[in-house]
């Protein structure tokens, strides 16, 4: 498949930041810590860096063992657009009954350093979530890129984490308002599961094309 770079960026930026959206308790932290301002470019950090490696990881590890494993594109393929078809579906349901995040409990107990970092590593790579859309979806979605066009594909959807962390937590007292909006979730949620349809409907002829 050959894609110019910025196709590819754009392709992992769009991948990831329909992932990383979702209400979680990773994305509450960052918001509460940026609500608080404290320690909010080490938390931001923190998850960007656990994002950054264990994309690399789905993006390199994956596609290097995919190529020593046959079959296992393929596999990966059809596993990734079952997961994507169900975390659309998800999406749409979200945006049926639209969650909000209740700003009014925060915790507004300051933590020390140590704790927040301790917090926000457990967060970051306890996360089982985490593993699914950067190791499995990020992976699979790579296994069909040589390995120099996996580079832009991953720096993309790292760029996604990097701007999704360090825009919540300093844009936290902006971004407020629109967190309590049920409507605003209601169209991010719409948005996200079309992307993550298209996205799995792209892996469905990636393995079809695959199998001929």
Same mark, same amino acid.
């Given at each position: 498949?050959?894609?110019?770079?910025?196709?590819?960026?754009? @392709?992992?930026?769009?991948?990831?930041?329909?992932?990383?959206?979702?209400?979680?308790?990773?994305?509450?932290?960052?918001?509460?810590?940026? #609500? @608080? /301002?404290?320690?909010?470019?080490?938390?931001?950090?923190?998850?960007?860096?656990?994002?950054?490696?264990?994309?690399?990881? *789905?993006?390199?590890?994956?596609?290097?063992?995919?190529?020593?494993?046959?079959? &296992?594109?393929?596999?990966?393929?059809?596993?990734?657009?079952?997961? !994507?078809?169900?975390?659309?579906?998800?999406?749409?349901?979200?945006? &049926?009954?639209?969650?909000?995040?209740?700003?009014?409990?925060?915790?507004?107990?300051?933590?020390?350093?140590?704790?927040?970092?301790?917090?926000? !590593?457990?967060?970051? #790579?306890? =996360?089982?979530?985490?593993?699914?859309?950067? #190791?499995?979806?990020? *992976?699979?979605?790579?296994?069909?890129?040589?390995?120099?066009?996996?580079?832009?594909?991953? !720096?993309?959807?790292?760029?996604?984490?990097?701007?999704?962390?360090? *825009?919540?937590?300093? *844009?936290?007292?902006? #971004?407020?308002?629109?967190?309590?909006?049920?409507?605003?979730? /209601?169209?991010?949620?719409?948005?996200?599961?079309?992307?993550?349809?298209?996205?799995?409907?792209?892996?469905?002829?990636?393995?079809? =094309? =695959?199998? !001929?």
């Amino acid at each position: 498949m050959s894609e110019s770079w910025l196709v590819l960026l754009l @392709k992992g930026f769009t991948l990831f930041a329909g992932l990383i959206v979702a209400i979680g308790a990773q994305n509450a932290f960052v918001l509460r810590q940026g #609500l @608080k /301002r404290q320690y909010v470019f080490v938390t931001a950090s923190i998850c960007f860096l656990c994002d950054f490696i264990l994309i690399t990881i *789905g993006t390199i590890g994956f596609g290097t063992l995919s190529s020593k494993v046959p079959g &296992l594109t393929q596999a990966a393929a059809w596993a990734g657009a079952v997961f !994507l078809l169900f975390y659309g579906l998800r999406s749409f349901k979200s945006a &049926l009954a639209p969650l909000v995040i209740d700003i009014d409990k925060v915790d507004t107990q300051s933590k020390s350093f140590r704790s927040t970092v301790v917090t926000t !590593l457990a967060l970051s #790579l306890l =996360n089982p979530h985490a593993h699914l859309d950067t #190791l499995v979806v990020v *992976g699979s979605m790579a296994t069909q890129y040589s390995l120099s066009q996996r580079f832009f594909f991953a !720096l993309g959807a790292s760029g996604a984490s990097l701007t999704w962390f360090f *825009g919540l937590g300093y *844009g936290a007292a902006w #971004l407020t308002p629109l967190f309590q909006r049920p409507s605003a979730w /209601r169209i991010l949620d719409t948005i996200i599961g079309c992307i993550m349809w298209s996205i799995a409907v792209s892996l469905i002829f990636a393995a079809l =094309n =695959n199998s !001929l």
